[in-house]
């Protein structure tokens, strides 16, 4: 196996044609407890990439053990759209972003949480899958589905500050072509986006001079 990428929660290996995510060990947590938690996160995250495979494009689970704390997956050989969606042309950049938009409003319409939407957990090869489903969960309130929003436009503006306003117009626009809720999330969004504001204003003010 070679290893590809770590971070915080697994440590990812590419074996042949297989992603294999193993979920490492938390040495500040008392180690029952830190082993009932990874248990319970691989066989969440392994259901939910079954249930949002049946939306949108995501990695096929090909096995799980909470034993192990592993899943394995397909492996989806495209690009991260991190890596290539500055360097897009301008309506093309739009266009992917739409589809994006799209994709979100689909796992929201079935109360998918994806918790950690980023250009790095999007992959295009013709189709765009969404991976990296660690921090999902399962929600109806309008809430969580406006903060997954908010968290994304945070993610675009950190790492494409160049385009981010026009990308997440279209994110909105693909997104309120598929959403069953648009009006009232969008109302939810602004109080989310409005929190954010102040509280780094408080942070800011906080700072010693």
């Not at 992959?123 to 994304?152: M, N, P, Q, R």
């Amino acid at each position: 196996m070679k290893l590809i990428h770590q971070g915080a929660e697994a440590k990812i290996y590419l074996k042949e044609n297989i992603i294999i995510k193993e979920r490492i060990k938390k040495s500040y947590r008392i180690e029952e407890i830190d082993l009932k938690i990874r248990k319970k996160t691989t066989r969440f995250e392994s259901r939910l990439m079954k249930k949002a495979a049946e939306i949108i494009p995501v990695p096929k689970v090909i096995s799980s053990c909470d034993k192990k704390m592993l899943i394995e997956m397909e492996h989806i050989p495209g690009e991260k759209l991190r890596d290539i969606i500055d360097g897009m042309p301008e309506k093309e950049r739009k266009s992917i972003m739409a589809r994006v938009g799209k994709k979100i409003a689909k796992l929201h319409n079935a109360d998918i949480i994806h918790g950690d939407l980023t250009t790095s957990n999007m992959i295009l090869k013709e189709k765009i899958y969404f991976i990296d489903f660690g921090l999902g969960f399962v929600s109806t309130k309008v809430e969580d589905k406006a903060v997954d929003l908010h968290l994304f436009k945070q993610a675009l503006k950190s790492k494409h500050h160049k385009h981010w306003k026009e990308s997440f117009k279209a994110v909105l626009e693909g997104y309120m072509e598929e959403s069953k809720e648009f009006e009232k999330l969008m109302e939810r969004f602004a109080q989310v986006e409005k929190r954010g504001r102040y509280k780094r204003k408080k942070k800011k003010n906080a700072q010693p001079k």
